[in-house]
């Protein structure tokens, strides 16, 4: 059974940066495209960033470029560095991993294991 666990979330200010971790346990870590997602009180779950299995298919939500940077490493750990956060980035951010082997994807329902999720509040 995969586990995702995130991390790092928090309270920040506006022009701060944070970075999640997302731990991966149990079952095939190296064939599987990652991502993350957020979501904000009332309203849908929504595609942050997504990375391919060996790292050279990268997506970013138009939202986030430039900001935002995902990355994953061989001791099954995917990353969301994010700078200049904005009160709009408040949101609780979850991980997420496709099945084995399939490609990239940046919708929710395309993805088959999650995390629980980690807040990060952004204020002035």
């Known amino acids: 059974q995969v586990q995702l666990v995130e991390s790092g979330g928090g309270s920040v200010q506006t022009g701060d940066s944070l970075k999640l971790t997302c731990r991966v346990s149990?079952?095939?870590?190296?064939?599987?495209?990652l991502g993350w997602f957020r979501q904000a009180p009332g309203k849908e779950r929504e595609f942050v960033a997504a990375?391919?299995?060996?790292?050279?298919?990268i997506l970013y939500a138009d939202s986030v470029k430039g900001r935002f940077t995902i990355s994953r490493d061989v001791a099954r750990s995917t990353f969301l560095q994010m700078n200049n956060l904005k009160i709009e980035d408040t949101a609780v951010y979850y991980c997420?991993?496709?099945?084995?082997?399939?490609?990239?994807?940046?919708?929710?329902?395309?993805?088959?294991?999650w995390g629980q999720g980690t807040q990060v509040t952004v204020s002035s």
């Open positions: 997420a991993a496709r099945r084995t082997g399939a490609s990239m994807a940046i919708t929710p329902a395309e993805y088959d294991d």
């Open positions: 149990g079952g095939t870590f190296s064939k599987r495209t």
């Open positions: 990375i391919s299995w060996i790292s050279d298919n």
